[in-house]
């Protein structure tokens, strides 16, 4: 059965479906020289399965768009699955699922609350974020960004894993972290250190010498002052503090990534004085074919 809270969203996906299938033939149509032309000239079925086979067939006219729509049918479409499968996050929807013999005064209908702020879903959208400009920059960060991505999800699945282990919330953090501590401490060393290496020496190289000197020295003074103002405010919750990292860590993913672009910084102060020579050497060379076919002439 269809809940109500799903229909709102199969509507809006069969309307994003269709208006996608419009827009791609309407400006399919008129990339081919119009509605009308691309009728009268043979183009309609064309300009009709290009919308329908997602441009397999056919042809569709202006991609971003259609692909937006599109994009929202599909994310629609899923969300409304959620719906009718959670029953509109209905508790009592359940209670058939928990056994023949339940009934709603026996059944569990407790709701399960996270227990603290997890980091792992922040890091799994910087890895994402990371590969997607390594895929148009450079294998490296591709390459670590697949890294990050399955150790967040991993870290994610245990977190949420722990969570249900026992209704005691202090109980599953401590089985948790003797289950995963031994290898989260060195991991993460490892996989933070790596990432703001690469990250800082992009944005190194694409500055001049000095200019490296002086943001090496701003970034180790901001992140000393940071840490001390942190650290005398224990009270602090830890959203506060990874609030703090999230932001540093943008500000390097940013920089890592104009720096990038930018690529390695070259001096051209000594440009003239190394070009002379080779001027030289030219004009030298083509005085000597000059004269060798002067003489060549004469005989």
Known sequence: MITRGSKYFFGAALVAYLTALIYGF????????????TITDGGLVNSIIGPISFGWKGWVGEHVGYSTLMA??????????????????????IIPLQGADVTPETADLRVQVPQG??????????????????????KAAFVLGAVLLAVGTFQWTVRNWSERLTPDPARNVALRDK??????????AIIG????????????LALPSMGAVFVIIASAAA??????????????????????????GLVLLLGGIAGGRAGTYKSN???????????????????????????????
């Open 26 to 37: 309407i400006t399919g149509a008129a990339a081919h020289g119009g509605v009308i032309s």
């Open 72 to 93: 929202m049918a599909a994310s629609s479409a899923v969300i409304g699955g959620f719906f009718v499968v959670f029953r509109d996050s209905d508790a009592e929807a």
């Open 117 to 138: 702020l997890s980091p792992w879903p922040i890091l799994c959208a910087l890895a994402a974020g990371l590969m997607v400009v390594g895929a148009t920059y450079t």
């Open 179 to 188: 289950l995963m501590g031994p290898y989260n401490i060195p991991i993460a």
């Open 193 to 204: 250190i790596a990432v703001v290496m690469f990250l800082m020496s992009r944005i190194l």
């Open 223 to 248: 992140v000393f002052v940071i840490a001390i103002l942190l650290a005398g405010r224990p009270d602090l919750k830890r959203s506060v503090l990874i609030a703090a990292l999230v932001a540093g």
């Open 269 to 299: 102060s000594h440009g003239g004085e190394e070009g002379a020579p080779a001027t030289t050497v030219l004009h030298g060379t083509g005085d000597v074919d000059a004269n060798n076919a002067g003489l060549a002439g004469e005989y």
